[in-house]
Structures are given as C-alpha cells and as structure tokens.
C-alpha cells in the first residue's frame, strides 16, 4: 500500500528482489528464493515521481505491468452503496450483529457524500455504525454527523454567494454546477466522452474543453471490474 512513498533506498532492495528472485534476512548468511506476486497501490501519479526523482524509474517498469486505476468513491455511484452492503456483511459476522440493512435516505447521504477518505473513511463509517446501532436497520439519523450532513458544492456556493459581488457569486455556482453535470454525466456515459457528448447534446470538442477546464478525466469514470 502507498509504494510512492517508499524511500529510494528501499525501492532498490524491492527491485533487487524482484530481478533476483531472492532475498537475505537481516543478519542472515545465505539467500532464499522467492517466487511471488506483487500488488501495489498508490494514491500518487508514479510518472510524475518518476520524473521528480522520487520514484526509480527501473521499479516503476518493473511493477506497472497491467495497472489498474480505481476512480475516487465521490464518482463512483452506486458502488457505494455495494462496498457499504459488503462492509456491513462483514461486520455483522464480525461483531454478532444483525443488521438488515439501510434505509433509502441513509442510502441517498451516503452517494452524496463525497468521501474524501475514500474507501478506508467508508469502512470505518460501517464499522462505527454496526457497532451503535441500537435497531435492525441504518436509516439517515444513523449515519455519521459528517455524512449526514454533508452538503453538496452547489448548495455551499448558493448559502455563501451573497458575501461576494452579484458576478462573483454567479460565476462561482456555475463553476460548481458545471462540475458536478460533468461528473454526473460520466458517470452516467461510463466515461464514454463521445456518449457523453451525445447526451449532452453538445459537440464533442466543446465537452472536452469543459473538461479540461475542470481538471476532470474520463477515465476515472470508466466502469471498473471487480478488485479483490
């Protein structure tokens, strides 16, 4: 996990054990061979590290030989909803609970949510909520205060705008209204632009502009199989 923040110095053993197929314990006199399987996650861009020289560029070609790229929960939709189904199975087992499990306005908050710890914030949020809830299911007063509450960017721009000039204030929520459309918008069209053009009813060359304009990739919405 997080191998971009590896140091240098062990980013080289990692490499000489992957070559090599060996490594040495601390203290030990004879090598032992090894032949395994690597799985690393980052949540940094490793080119970008690569480039900066805090990232071996040798290392990077070794490990990046059918990378994966997970889109942040915030754009993810409905596999909210699945990975929280899947933590509250497991923590029910866990715990001897028997929490049938969540309510349609518990459900809504946690789509709106937009999750900025990602997948270890939504465990640890079910883990919590299997461990207080006092019925037999999840409804919207069960969630946490943080995600219960939560308001969406276009909401927090409108209760502020009247502090800034009329213009200020308009840019400022077409700015965020823009983005969330977009995002929407592929998540819907999976990160098909061309579908999402079409949809849209607008010219593809205009969509990738609002796009870039909002630092937003496509790809972070493509549909993404199953991980284990």
């Known amino acids: 996990d997080e ?7 062990l980013q080289a053993k990692l490499l000489r054990v992957l070559e090599d197929k060996t490594f040495r314990r601390v203290g030990g006199t004879r090598d032992i061979n090894v ?4 799985v690393a996650a ?13 990232f071996r ?4 070609y070794r490990l990046s030989v059918i990378p994966l790229r997970v889109p942040p ?5 409905q596999d909210v909803i699945l990975l929280a189904e899947s933590f509250l199975t497991q923590y029910n087992h866990e715990f001897s609970r028997n929490i049938a499990g969540f309510t349609d306005d518990a459900k809504q908050s946690l789509m709106d949510y937009d999750w900025p710890g990602n997948v270890r914030e939504l465990r640890n949020a079910i883990e919590r909520m299997v461990l207080l809830q006092d019925g037999d299911i999840i409804n919207a007063n069960s969630l946490p205060v943080a995600i219960g ?6 909401l927090k721009s409108t209760q502020a705008s009247p502090l800034l000039p009329f213009k200020s204030a308009k840019d400022r929520i077409v700015k965020n209204f823009e983005k969330e459309y977009l995002e929407n918008l592929l998540r819907t069209c999976e990160g098909n632009v ?14 990738q502009r609002l796009l870039r304009k909002h630092s937003l990739n ?8 199953n991980l284990a």
């Open 218 to 225: 496509s790809r972070d919405f493509k549909k993404v199989s």
């Open 3 to 9: 191998i971009g923040e590896m140091e240098l110095r």
């Open 149 to 154: 509450k939560r308001k969406s960017p276009i």
């Open 194 to 207: 061309t579908r999402a053009a079409e949809t849209a009813e607008m010219e593809r060359s205009s969509l």
């Open 57 to 60: 560029e040798d290392l990077f």
């Open 42 to 54: 980052t949540n940094v861009s490793l080119e970008k590290s690569v480039s900066e020289g805090r």
């Open 35 to 38: 032949d395994v399987r690597v």
């Open 73 to 77: 929960l915030r754009v993810r939709g």
